[in-house]
T-cell receptor, first 113, second 116 residues
C-alpha cells in the first residue's frame, strides 16, 4: 500500500519568513495530493491540493509543488503570519480509485511574532 | 450546504462499557473514513467505506472496534469493552469519489471520547 512520509515534524519560523514542508510517497499510481490544516482543537480543513498533471499550484501565500519522478511534493507558505500556526498534514491518493487516502504524520508549524 | 456531522460531540464512559459514535456524511458522498487522533498526534486511519464495496478495515486496532455504514450514508463506529487507551478524538470524513472530480475530504467536528 501507499506510504507517505512527512518532515519536519515541527517547524518554527519568524513572522514574515517562509515555511516549507516536504512529503514523499511510495505508490507511483497516486495522482491526487491534498494538504490539510488543523488548528488547535479544530477539525482538519483542506487548504490546497494538486493533481499529478501539474507541477505547481498557487493560492495567495501558499503553493504546492509536485515532482512525480522523485515522488515528492511540498507545501510552501510565504510571508508567514501568526494565524498560520497549526498542524499541517499532507496526503496522497488515487483519484477515482478505491484505495484509501494516506496521510503524513503532520507538521506542527509555529510562527513566532 | 450541511457539512459532516458527528454525535455525540463528547462522550465520557467507564472502562469496559460499549460506546457508539455516529457520523452523518455530506449527502451524495460515497466515501467515508474514520480516524482516531490522540492528543497532539496525527491521524490514525481506522476504516474506509467506498460505495457498496467491502470496507477497508485494515486500520482497526483490535476486534473490539467495528463500524457499519447503513444505506451508503450514516456510519456508526462501535467500540466494545472500552479501555483507557481508547480515549481520543474520533474523526469522520467524507469525500465525493469519481474520476476527474476534486476529491478533498471534509471532516466532521469529531467525538471526544474519554474512558475513565
Amino acid at each position: 500500500g501507499e506510504n507517505v512520509e512527512q518532515h519536519p515534524s515541527t517547524l518554527s519560523v519568524q513572522e514574515g519568513d517562509s515555511a516549507v514542508i516536504k512529503c514523499t510517497y511510495s505508490d507511483s499510481a497516486s495522482n491526487y495530493f491534498p494538504w490539510y490544516k488543523q488548528e488547535l482543537g479544530k477539525r482538519p480543513q483542506l487548504i490546497i491540493d494538486i493533481r499529478s498533471n501539474v507541477g505547481e499550484k498557487k493560492d495567495q501565500r501558499i503553493a504546492v509543488t509536485l515532482n512525480k519522478t522523485a515522488k515528492h511534493f511540498s507545501l510552501h507558505i510565504t510571508e508567514t503570519q501568526p494565524e498560520d500556526s497549526a498542524v499541517y498534514f499532507c496526503a496522497a491518493s488515487i483519484s477515482g480509485g478505491y484505495q484509501k487516502v494516506t496521510f503524513g504524520i503532520g507538521t506542527k508549524l509555529q510562527v513566532i511574532p | 450546504g450541511a457539512g459532516v456531522s458527528q454525535s455525540p460531540s463528547n462522550k465520557v464512559t467507564e472502562k469496559g462499557k460499549d460506546v457508539e459514535l455516529r457520523c452523518d456524511p455530506i449527502s451524495g458522498h460515497t466515501a467515508l473514513y474514520w480516524y482516531r487522533q490522540s492528543l497532539g498526534q496525527g491521524l490514525e486511519f481506522l476504516i474506509y467505506f467506498q460505495g457498496n464495496s467491502a470496507p477497508d478495515k485494515s486500520g482497526l486496532p483490535s476486534d473490539r472496534f467495528s463500524a457499519e455504514r447503513t444505506g451508503g450514508s450514516v456510519s456508526t463506529l462501535t467500540i466494545q469493552r472500552t479501555q483507557q487507551e481508547d480515549s481520543a478524538v474520533y474523526l469522520c470524513a467524507s469525500s465525493l469519489r469519481g474520476g476527474g472530480v476534486r476529491e478533498p475530504q471534509y471532516f466532521g467536528p469529531g467525538t471526544r471520547l474519554l474512558v475513565l
